[in-house]
């Protein structure tokens, strides 16, 4: 059974930096791409920032020069470093990962969700 954990999450001021990482367990073979979402209170999800296996990257202009996506292979984990953080920046992060378990068999699934608070 293929487990998603996120971990990293919690308050931080403006300015500040935090990582948030996605973690996933099982028998997986590795990562094909990692997508990180947010939804604030009263506003639609968003699609922040993702990660393919051949290492392209997506990043939502609200967070382009501030955020970086990385993935630790042998980890099976994914990396969201946020910078600069701002009060904008408020919300669940979610994490969403397709993985490989097989030639040609994968599994796609959604983390925990993980709360990010910037405030002073």
């Known amino acids: 059974q293929v487990q998603l954990v996120e971990s990293g999450g919690g308050l931080v001021q403006p300015g500040g930096s935090l990582r948030l990482s996605c973690t996933a367990s099982?028998?997986?073979?590795?990562?094909?791409?990692i997508d990180w979402y947010r939804q604030a209170p009263g506003k639609q999800r968003e699609l922040v920032a993702g990660?393919?296996?051949?290492?392209?990257?997506y990043f939502a202009d609200s967070v382009k020069g501030r955020f970086t996506i990385s993935t630790d292979n042998a980890k099976n984990t994914g990396y969201l470093q946020m910078n600069g953080l701002g009060p904008e920046d408020t919300a669940v992060y979610s994490c969403n990962a397709e993985v490989l378990l097989g030639p040609e068999h994968t599994w796609n699934g959604w983390g925990q969700g993980t709360q990010v608070t910037v405030s002073s």
């Open positions: 990660i393919t296996s051949d290492g392209s990257t």
């Open positions: 099982g028998s997986i073979i590795g990562i094909n791409t």
